[in-house]
Structure formats: C-alpha cells, structure tokens
Nanobody, 122 residues
Framework: QVQLGNSGGGLVQPGGSLRLSCAASGNIFTIYAMGWYRQAPGKERELVANIRSGSSTNYADSVKGRFTISRDNAKNMVYLQMNSLKSEDTAVYYC????????????????WGQGTQVTVST
C-alpha cells in the first residue's frame, strides 16, 4: 500500500558524485524514518544512512563526511548526496521508509524500493 520509486544511480569515476532520490506514495498517515541501505555482491545489506521525523540522522562510519541524507516531508521524499565516491561504494542501493498507514488501526508499514545500481569505477 506504500510504493517507493527511486532514481539517480549509475556509473561514476572514483572521486565523483551522485544523488539518489526516493519518493514514497500511497495511503501514508505518517513517516517515522527514511533511509538508504546498500548491498554489494557477496555481502549482506547494510545501513548507509537514515533520517527520522525530527531530522536526526545516522550514518555508517564508512560514509561519514562524504554522504548526506536529507528529506522533504511535504513530498515524502528522501535524498542521498554521495560525494568523493570510492570503488567500495559500489553496490545496489535500496530506499527504506517506515511509518503508519492511514485508515482504521493506523497499521505500521516498512517498505523497500526496488534498488538502484551505483558503480564506482574507472
């Protein structure tokens, strides 16, 4: 009942930048947190960054100082600005949104985007 659409991945050289975007749509009453995860080949999915409703942020140590997460509450969108990209940032990046649905019961939801490939290579 909540759909996530993301964009912005691609191929970039080391040291370059990319910006990921993710839009949440559907029967959303409120959003607790929005975030980005990534999964490299042969590795488990890991948290990259998240941002809560009060705008507090959390980053993986490996991306601190290089990546910035932000959100637009009016549009239910979350962004990830990635600078100084390294080859080890190569992965499929997934958007994640958690909150409550509208309607009776205000059920919680935990939705994932389809993933976007980020490749950092010469």
């Amino acid at each position: 009942q909540v759909q996530l659409g993301n964009s912005g991945g691609g191929l970039v050289q080391p040291g370059g930048s990319l910006r990921l975007s993710c839009a949440a749509s559907g029967n959303i009453f409120t959003i607790y947190a929005m975030g980005w995860y990534r999964q490299a080949p042969g590795k488990e999915r890991e948290l990259v960054a998240n941002i809560r409703s009060g705008s507090s942020t959390n980053y993986a140590d490996s991306v601190k100082g290089r990546f910035t997460i932000s959100r637009d509450n009016a549009k239910n969108m979350v962004y990830l600005q990635m600078n100084s990209l390294k080859s080890e940032d190569t992965a499929v990046y997934y958007c994640n949104v958690r909150g409550r649905l509208g309607g009776l019961g205000l059920r919680e939801f935990d939705s994932w985007g389809q993933g976007t490939q980020v490749t950092v290579s010469t």
